[in-house]
Each structure stands twice: as C-alpha cells, then as structure tokens.
T-cell receptor, first 110, second 119 residues
Framework: AQRVTQPEKLLSVFKGAPVELKCNYS??????LFWYVQYSRQRLQLLLR??SRESIKGFTADLNKGETSFHLKKPFAQEEDSAMYYC????????????FGKGTRLSVIA | GAVVSQHPSRVICKSGTSVKIECRSL??????MFWYRQFPKQSLMLMAT?????????EQGVEKDKFLINHASLTLSTLTVTSAHPEDSSFYIC???????????????FGPGTRLTVL
C-alpha cells in the first residue's frame, strides 16, 4: 500500500535554528518523492523533488531507501519559512496521482 | 512556469443545487488532472483522476454520481457537485500533471482552490 507519514503536525523552531521535517513512506517499487509547501492564503507549490537533488530556499531532502525516508532539512530557519509542508510520493507512470502526507505546520519564531 | 486556474474561487449555494467548478491549465496541455478535497487544517484527499477523453477514475468512497468529472479538452476539467448538501462544504483543489521527458519525473501544478459553502 502507498502511504506517506509525517509524524509531526506542528513544529516550532526559533529563527536561525536548524529544521528537520520528517517524512517516511511505504511504496512497492521505486517512487518519486516530493515536498510541497503551502504558504498562508496561497496555493500549494512544489518545493523540491528527490530526483533533482537541488536545494530550494535553503531546503534539501535526501531520499534514504533503506529507511524509506525523505526528511526535509534546512540549517537555519527563517521567519518566511513558516508554512504548511506536505511530503508526497508518486509512481513513475503519467497517470499515477500524488499521495500526500497529512502535513506539518512549521512555525518559525522570531 | 505552468499555471493552473480554477473558477470560481468561492461559491455559496443552497442545499440541493448543483455547482460546477472549472480547472484550466493556462499554458500547457494536461492529459491528466486530479481533483482533491481539503478540510480545514487537514491534508489533501484525492477524489479522482481525470483523463482527457475518458472516464474519470474515482478513489474509494467517492461517489461518482455525486461528483461528476468531465475532461473534455486538454486544458479543461470540470467537477460538478450535484445536489449539494452542507457536508459537501469544503475546499476543492485541482492539479494538472506536467509529464517529464522520458518519464523521469511527473510534476503536478495546483490550482488556487475553490471554497464551496452549502447552506
């Protein structure tokens, strides 16, 4: 069964502190993993995907197949990072929908 | 970047009426679009996968006769909530898939959502 687990509903950190948003997945095969972000009153938008191995807004995420994890990290949190973050997975087929985790609300305190 | 629009952004209707929500990909063609429902402070729940020129694929527990999906063109999918009731009040979000070259990745672009309130 496909499943994405984000164990934390809310994560509060101080500005400048490191951030790690946890994501674990269950999938039979090799999924594609994504992080989406939803800022207040804005639409959901892609933050990063595992295959591109890029850093966006200082965030990185490494796919760990052994631990079936795709944790999102940033060394120094900024106030503008406060948002809702969703981990998601998809199969490689063009018709495979995204399966979302329940999301983690990140609150960066000044 | 790829843009997806939804119309209307907000709708209020009386119980028993039907409401149509449009989802358009503005600058790309989307053979596949997805419809989600989001309850307050909760995650997105996939309702159905909309394929251009064919019937939609509904997720378990989603009534296909209540949530009619039509994907008549490569840039437009519509969701019609028939005989709406207060429990159908929710935030409905569509997304369109931009297929990657060689199947290397498949990114989805999301619409801004439509807030439906059924009185």
């Amino acid at each position: 069964a496909q499943r994405v687990t984000q164990p934390e509903k809310l994560l509060s950190v101080f500005k400048g502190a490191p951030v790690e948003l946890k994501c674990n997945y269950s999938y039979s095969g090799s999924p594609e993993l994504f992080w989406y972000v939803q800022y207040s009153r804005q639409r959901l938008q892609l933050l990063l995907r595992h295959i591109s191995r890029e850093s966006i807004k200082g965030f990185t995420a490494d796919l760990n197949k052994g631990e079936t994890s795709f944790h999102l990290k940033k060394p120094f949190a900024q106030e503008e990072d406060s948002a809702m973050y969703y981990c998601a997975l998809s199969g490689h087929s063009g018709n495979t929908p995204l399966v979302f985790g329940k999301g983690t609300r990140l609150s960066v305190i000044a | 970047g790829a843009v997806v629009s939804q119309h209307p952004s907000r709708v209020i209707c009386k119980s028993g009426t039907s409401v149509k929500i449009e989802c358009r990909s503005l600058d790309f063609q989307a053979t596949t679009m997805f419809w989600y429902r989001q309850f307050p402070k909760q995650s997105l729940m996939l309702m159905a996968t909309s394929n251009e020129g064919s019937k939609a694929t509904y997720e378990q527990g989603v009534e296909k006769d209540k949530f009619l999906i039509n994907h008549a063109s490569l840039t437009l999918s519509t969701l019609t909530v028939t005989s709406a009731h207060p429990e159908d009040s929710s935030f409905y979000i569509c997304s369109a898939r931009l297929a990657g070259g060689g199947g290397s990745y498949n990114e989805q672009f999301f619409g801004p959502g439509t807030r439906l309130t059924v009185l």
